[in-house]
Each structure stands twice: as structure tokens, then as C-alpha cells.
């Protein structure tokens, strides 16, 4: 909770930042979901038919989780670590190298749950919400940012320079166009559905989905069961790569 309290006062002058993380994913719920949707018209998900923007939207709320715990892993995680050299500090106090990773995805959890909130109280105020199953969307968006902000904070230990943030970006990209957001997945050939079903995000987007239509199954516990095991694996590199890194 120290990491946490620490990055509060550092964020406490910065809150547009938040604000504007925010205006991103409402930018796409109108322009895909609502605009594109009247020419798509109706789809046909798990044996609902609703409208295009109904499927859209709890696919954009697990790339919103997504973004917002994966963007502070990363890129501030990587600057504080490379360049501010804030980590070399906080060691030689008694916290270690665990409790630093676990704070710094905490802050991350923190960051993307905010940002679910926000966007699931869009979705209801567009009338795009017709569960009460939905208010568990909550606790799957900190599970999704929990395996994003993993799996970051992992890989922001091997960067060397802001060249290599384009890796995540050739990862982040083709998650987001291709994990069943904006097509049902039945729809991609079989070799590229036999993919997208092994993706991360994927996971995310089948259980929010679920939980905003009201479609409950046992095959969700897979998914959850995905996002916890690369959160944890995640966790355990970064921590023993920071250990290694800063204290050898």
C-alpha cells in the first residue's frame, strides 16, 4: 500500500490524465458501436439476437481494463524504473522486490478498475445493460487487469529503451482488432478462431460478455482461470527480474 500511496501524491496533480482515459473508449462506443451498429443492425450471440452496439460494448469495456492497467505497467513502470531510478530508493528501505511489484500492479488494478466504472455506467446510461449479472463485469475488469499488468510489468523488465514499447504495441494491436470485440468469433476462419480463442484478451471479452447478457456457464471458469495464471506468472517474473536486476 506504500507503492500505492506513493503514486497517489505523485498522480494528485495530474487527474486529467485520468479524465481523459475516459473520452478514448466513449469515442469508440459511438463511433463502432452505436454509428457502425445501425448499418450491422442485429447479431446473434450464444442464442440472443441484440444489437450491434449491445456486442460491442462489453468487448470495449475488457479493452478498456485492459488499457488501463497495462498502460501503467508498462510505459510509467518502465520510465520509473529506467530513467527516475525510484526503485533503487524504495529498496533500500525494508520493502523488497515483491512487495514493490505487487504495489506497482495494485496501482495498475487501481487505475483500470476506475476506468470500468466508468465505462460500464456509459453502457447503462446508453441502455446497454439488461443484467444484473453485469455488476460482476466490476471484478472481471480487475482480473483482466490483473493479467495485463502481470504480464507488463514482466516485460518492462527486459526493455531496454522506449524502442522497444513497439513490441507491445505489435501484441496490443492485433489483440484489440482481432479478440472477438467487434466480430463474433465464429465468423474467422477456423485457424484464426482456433488463435483468437488461446489469446488473453479473448478471455476477458468472453466473460464480460457473458456476465452483461446474462449468459452464465461453467466454461467461464476456464477463462477466469486463464487471467489469474498470467497474472500470477506475471507477477512472479517481474519480481524475480527486478530482484535480479537491482539487487545482484
Known amino acids: 500500500m506504500r507503492i500505492v500511496e506513493r503514486n497517489l501524491y505523485a498522480y494528485r496533480r495530474n487527474w486529467p490524465v485520468f479524465v481523459s482515459a475516459f473520452v478514448e473508449p466513449l469515442f469508440f462506443l459511438l463511433s463502432i458501436g452505436i454509428g457502425v451498429g445501425e448499418l450491422v ?14 456486442f460491442v ?16 505497467a508498462t510505459f510509467n513502470f518502465f520510465v520509473k524504473f529506467k530513467y527516475h531510478k525510484v526503485y533503487d530508493g524504495i529498496l533500500a ?3 523488497d522486490t515483491l512487495e514493490v511489484t505487487t504495489g ?6 487501481l487505475r483500470g478498475t476506475i ?9 447503462t446510461a446508453f441502455g446497454l445493460v439488461h443484467s444484473w449479472w453485469a455488476i460482476l463485469t466490476i471484478p472481471a475488469a480487475m482480473l483482466i487487469g490483473f493479467a495485463f499488468a502481470g504480464a507488463g510489468l514482466a516485460a518492462c523488465t527486459f526493455m531496454r529503451s522506449f524502442v522497444d514499447f513497439d513490441y507491445v504495441n505489435l501484441v496490443i494491436i492485433p489483440l484489440f482488432l482481432f479478440s472477438a470485440v467487434f466480430f463474433p468469433v465464429a465468423q474467422y476462419p477456423d485457424v484464426l478462431e482456433a488463435v483468437v480463442r488461446c489469446t488473453p484478451l479473448y478471455q476477458g471479452v468472453v466473460l464480460c460478455r457473458s456476465l452483461v447478457l446474462g449468459d452464465l456457464h461453467w466454461s467461464l471458469l476456464a477463462n477466469i482461470a486463464y487471467l489469474l495464471v498470467m497474472g500470477l506468472v506475471g507477477l512472479r517474473i517481474a519480481s524475480r527480474r527486478i530482484r ?5
Do not use: C, K, R
Open 115 to 123: 476506468y470500468s466504472i466508468g465505462f460500464l455506467g456509459m453502457m
Open 41 to 54: 443492425g442485429d447479431i446473434t450471440v450464444a442464442g440472443h439476437t441484440i444489437d450491434y452496439e449491445e
Open 244 to 248: 535480479h536486476l537491482l539487487q545482484p
Open 104 to 109: 506497482e500492479m495494485l496501482w495498475s488494478l
Open 57 to 72: 460494448a462489453p468487448g470495449l469495456f475488457a479493452v478498456t481494463a485492459m488499457n488501463g492497467a497495462l498502460f501503467d
Open 93 to 95: 528501505t525494508p520493502l
